[in-house]
């Protein structure tokens, strides 16, 4: 079933229409009662009537509907850009033992540098100098939990020294390679554990940012849980000097205008990142499905991914993950539980 569209998101998928706005390819359609077709927001024939005119979601939808695709702009097929985007996305990962600049993965691609970088960050929300910096920094992971030496895992990971892979990798492990290697040797761990309404906090940092927001019930259990992420790590109870860390996350449970603006250290493939990214951009009081984040990710066939992402997210609130939810509106699953899911979602809306 086609799901109620407002008049306002209506007038502007048709003002995207009428300017034939490549940003809209690939988020909707539109069908023409009059001849039974239905096109990209992008097709070059002749604009019909605003009253002739429906939407839809998916092409699917407007098959149902009883339209047929337009031959000349052939909606059917996958949208052009987020092709050229996945051309682009092998090229890096055939190429990952060179630097490969702008300039040379948009000429693969026959794209202008400027429109490429623009095209590429849109589709995946990261820029193509970050995807190579992620694809490495997940290859070069996947290396040390092998048998492989560290000096190894640099080179079979496409660094071309080991003085860049220590300059780059430690931003996104949070710790030397040696170190995660070995379950975090070496790296302090600080953490907090704060009461709530929603129950117990526990917050946990490294030196770059907190790694670890996460409820419960049992101190001891969660305790636990964050040993277990970092078995070898040093870790230790610090309240004072999470005082304000875990005041500010704390806070923004009960207040409707406090920002969080805390550094991260969070460890995740360059998916799960592009996912967690967006979920801070999601506004205090709205809800989006995994289908929209998918979508609005570049990717909207990877709905089970997003929601995969948002369950292994390690810092509840930072990343509000609660915020996402299903098309129908369900509350589906949570990390820390449906009840306290549904509960944030009304003090949120309530503020």
Known sequence: MQPEMTSGNANQRWSMVLARDVRADGDFVYAVKSTGVFCRPTCPSRRPKRENIEFFDLPSQAQQAGYRACRRCAPLERNPQMQKVEAACRYIDENLDVTLSLT??????????????RMFKRALGISPREYQQARRTGKFRQALRS?????????????????????????????TPSAYRRGG??????????????????VATT???????????????????????FNAAKIHRDDKKLEAVAAQIK????????????????????????????????PRGETRSYADVAKTIGRPKAVRAVASACASNPVALVVPCHRVVQKSGSLAGYRWGVKRKAALLEKERQG
């Open 104 to 117: 040379a993965i948009s000429r693969h691609v026959a794209i202008s540098p400027f429109h490429f970088q």
């Open 147 to 175: 048998d492989s030496s560290v000096t190894e895992a640099i080179y079979e990971a496409g660094f071309s020294s080991s003085s860049r892979v220590y300059e780059n990798i430690p931003a996104q492990l949070g710790m």
């Open 185 to 202: 040797e070496g790296v302090e761990i600080d953490y907090t554990m704060v009461s709530t309404e929603m129950g117990k906090l526990l």
């Open 207 to 229: 030196e770059r940012g907190v790694c670890s927001v996460r409820f419960g019930e049992s101190e001891a259990a969660m305790v636990r849980e964050l040993k277990s992420d």
């Open 251 to 282: 806070q923004s449970l009960s207040s409707p205008s406090a920002t969080l603006n805390i550094p991260l250290d969070l460890r995740g493939t360059a998916f799960q990142q592009m996912v967690w990214k967006e979920l801070r951009r999601i």
